[in-house]
Structures are given as structure tokens and as C-alpha cells.
């Protein structure tokens, strides 16, 4: 498509838009008296309208039933996280028996790995990339130092080649093939956090399989960004946030997708508790752990309600709106923004580094600042745009298709020229 940088193309796309209409089952922070021009939905999703019934029911229900709000509520408590396979495996693409919601993301990265990370002496060694999220990076860490390894020497982070930003898929690939000998697992990210390149998954799984090697992913950043097809990529296991771009508040849920060859065996190791005892019998409260037959298998715990009602108003809205629709919008705004930021960077003193090819992105644009980048962020926030900063000079944006426009693109241009020449 021929992008302008005007206002009036602009409302031309947003008119054009089948999904304009969510924005407004969004409440949009305001700043200075206006509606903020919000691009962080990469950190945390906006607050649905919806939200407050949904969690409000099952306060409601808790008042006037108490513990019989386990079977007598209008969502019956004791089953309730078995209302999300339906919906999530369409968003994640997977099997509903594939796939679980419980916990935070880094427990069940943890939780996964003690399944799929199973190292021997010769084989113990651990793919991924190199600046990955902190707390992924600290899992792993500590992963590789309780089955008593050295990071340095079990964990091989693939980086992107001198004055790249991104990190070459031949590059992993070439890792895999050349460490394959001593590895145990891949493990990385699906889109990632600071560039925000989207991994080819389907590739670095086929990569780790040729060589016998498990491969899992955390999707943090992909989850309710990009479309993904986990069971079809034959991805062993994943695990997200559903706060970031799945919008179910601050510390939400997190999902889990196991696939299917390993959710139905119930022999395979992991920490157990009794949520994931066989339905029949776990009443019974017997010796001896039975896993369930299913992704199910791997929870702890009784289910956070509140969350998960939270959850659930979320994906209500991610579910209407559809995983193909909302990608095709979000890939939409990022090439706009790419474009408004060429149109405006006559000095060039910023340098896009996340790739612009339409399947190695998703909503997310990160912007290097050479210059006065500090300086320029802090007078965007002033102008009531909400973004991220992150050391040492990296603007993240990310315009996402449930409630962002294409006028707010069209305004964050706008402001970055009206500062910067
Ligand atoms: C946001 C994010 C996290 C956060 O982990 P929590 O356990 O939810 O606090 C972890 N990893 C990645 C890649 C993230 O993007």
C-alpha cells in the first residue's frame, strides 16, 4: 500500500478499519486532560471495559455462596480453567488438549523445564538468544546451576553478526547442527522483547528435531501479536504472559501449550500438584499421583479466580475480533509507523532495528536513538505519548490492533518531528 504521512490518510485507514469499533471496549488512559496516545501494549495491555463484571460476578458469587461457589457459581469455580482450551488454542494454534492456563509465566517456564530439560552428563547444553528477557535469562541460569553446570559453558546465547541488530535464523540453525552432540533443549523466544523480531519457530523447531533435541519457546511478545500455529510447527512446549498483548492485567495468568505426543503422557517427570490429578479420583484425595492425560496434567494448583475471570473478559474480546485479523491489523500500523518515522528522521538520527520484513514483525517498532535519545523520550511522554524506554538508547513502540489508530501513528510522527527538527 502507498502510505502519506497526513492526518486525513490517516482517518482514511482508520475508517477503513473492521476492528475500529474495540477501542472503545477499552479505557484509554488519559494524560494532560486527553486520551493518551498508548503504545505499550507490548507491556501492558489496556483494561476491557468488560473487566469489572466479569471479576465483579465472582466476587458477587464468593459473597453469597462461599465454598459452594466451587460447584454452585454462575462459573462454577472448581472447573473454571476448563473454559479456556476452546478459546486460547485458536489464539496460540495448537490442539485444546494442548494447552493450560495457571501460574505466572516464569514459574511455568520453570515448571516446563523440569519436564523438557532434562540433562545427562554429555548432554546438557542449552540454545538461545543472547539478550533474552532478564527473567528468562535468570530461569535458565539457574536452571543449568541445579543440575549442577557452569552458565558459561551450558548455555549457548546466539547473537546477531557485528552491526546487525537481529539475530539470522541460519545462525541458530548453524548452533544447533554445530553443538549437537552436547545439547539438551532450544529454547527461545517467539518475538523478541527489544527488537521485536519474530523468530522463525517453525524453522529453529524443525532445526532441533533433526538433531533428536527438544525446542520450546517463550511467547511473551507473540502471544495475541502474531498468528501461530504451535501444534502444526510441532513445537514441544510454551508458555506466555497474558498481560502484555492478551490484556488480562498486571501479573495475569499465564498459558501454557504442551504438545500433544507429551501432554498424553502421563508418565513424563514433572512437579506435581493436585490440580493435576486425574478428574475422577482426585477427590478422593488417595497416595500416589495420577496425571491427567492432557496439558491439564502440569497444573499445581487450585485456580486464581479473579485473574482468570479477568482473563477471560480479555480473551472474550480476542476471540471476536480473531488471531488473523487482529495480525493483519497489527502488521498494518507497524509498517505505517515505519513509514511515518522515514518520513519525519530527515537527520536520521534514528535507526529502526526491528526487521521490516512483514514475517519477522509484529506490532512492535524499536527505534535506536543516536543522539538526545533520553531527551526526546521524555519530551514524547510530555506530548502524551506513552511508550518504553529501555537503557542504554531504545525507544520501543508498539501500536496494537485492539485499541490503537492509525491517527495515533499519524500523531506520534507528528510530535517526534514537531521535537526533533
Ligand atoms: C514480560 C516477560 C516476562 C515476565 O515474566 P513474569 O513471570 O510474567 O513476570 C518474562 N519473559 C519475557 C520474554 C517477557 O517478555
Not at 488438549?97 to 547444553?125: A, C, D, G, I
Not at 541460569?141 to 543440575?147: A, G, I, N
Not at 511515518?340 to 536513538?369: F, Y
Request: proline share 4%.
Amino acid at each position: 500500500m502507498n502510505f502519506q504521512n497526513t492526518i486525513d490518510f490517516a482517518k482514511q485507514l482508520d475508517a477503513q478499519d473492521e476492528l475500529k469499533h474495540f477501542r472503545d471496549q477499552f479505557y484509554i488512559p488519559m494524560m494532560h486532560g486527553k486520551e493518551a496516545v498508548y503504545f505499550t501494549g507490548n507491556s501492558l495491555g489496556l483494561q476491557p471495559k468488560s473487566t469489572q463484571d466479569y471479576v465483579l460476578n465472582e466476587l458477587e458469587d464468593w459473597a453469597t455462596l462461599g465454598v459452594e461457589g466451587h460447584f454452585h457459581a454462575r462459573n462454577p469455580w472448581m472447573p473454571y480453567h476448563e473454559i479456556f482450551p476452546q478459546q486460547l488454542s485458536k489464539i496460540v494454534g495448537c490442539l485444546p488438549n494442548e494447552v493450560v492456563v495457571m501460574n505466572q509465566l516464569t514459574v511455568n517456564l520453570h515448571l516446563l523445564m523440569v519436564s523438557f530439560y532434562r540433562p545427562t552428563k554429555t548432554k546438557y547444553k542449552i540454545i538461545c538468544e543472547t539478550k533474552a528477557f532478564p527473567s528468562d535469562q535468570y530461569a535458565l541460569e539457574s536452571q543449568v546451576k541445579f543440575h549442577g553446570f557452569d552458565y558459561d559453558d551450558a548455555v549457548i546465547e546466539i547473537a546477531p553478526r557485528a552491526n546487525e541488530h537481529c539475530i539470522r535464523t541460519e545462525d541458530i540453525l548453524a548452533a544447533i547442527e554445530e553443538n549437537k552432540d552436547s545439547l539438551a533443549l532450544v529454547m527461545f523466544g517467539g518475538v523478541n522483547y527489544y527488537t521485536g523480531q519474530v523468530f522463525d519457530m517453525k524453522s529453529i523447531t524443525a532445526g532441533a528435531h533433526k538433531v533428536g533435541v527438544l525446542c520450546g519457546f517463550d511467547l511473551a511478545h507473540a502471544a495475541g501479536n502474531i498468528e501461530l500455529h504451535l501444534h502444526d510447527w510441532e513445537v514441544d512446549f510454551a508458555c506466555w504472559c497474558s498481560y502484555k498483548y492478551l490484556n488480562s492485567g498486571p501479573g495475569g495468568v499465564s498459558g501454557v501449550y504442551i504438545h500433544e505426543k507429551h501432554s498424553t503422557n502421563t508418565d513424563l517427570q514433572r512437579f506435581a500438584g493436585w490440580w493435576g490429578y486425574e478428574k475422577e479420583t482426585r477427590f478422593k484425595m488417595g497416595k500416589g499421583f495420577k496425571a491427567m492425560p492432557t496439558a491439564e496434567g502440569w497444573q499445581l494448583s487450585n485456580a486464581p479466580i479473579l485473574s482468570m475471570a479477568a482473563h477471560k473478559a480479555a480473551l472474550d474480546i480476542v476471540e471476536e475480533a480473531g488471531m488473523a485479523r487482529l495480525s493483519a491489523k497489527g502488521k498494518m500500523l507497524s509498517n505505517y509507523l515505519l513509514f511515518v518515522i522515514d518520513a519525519v528522521n530527515t537527520n536520521q538520527n534514528i535507526q529502526i532495528i526491528t526487521p521490516r520484513d512483514e514475517a519477522e514483525k509484529g506490532c512492535q517498532v524499536s527505534m535506536l536513538m543516536k543522539q538526545n535519545g533520553k531527551q526526546i523520550f521524555d519530551e514524547l511522554t510530555k506530548q502524551g505519548i506513552i511508550a518504553d524506554w529501555r537503557e542504554p538508547n531504545v525507544i520501543r513502540i508498539a501500536p496494537v490492533p485492539l485499541y490503537n489508530s492509525f491517527e495515533d501513528v499519524w500523531k506520534f510522527g507528528d510530535i517526534v518531528n514537531r521535537i526533533t527538527n
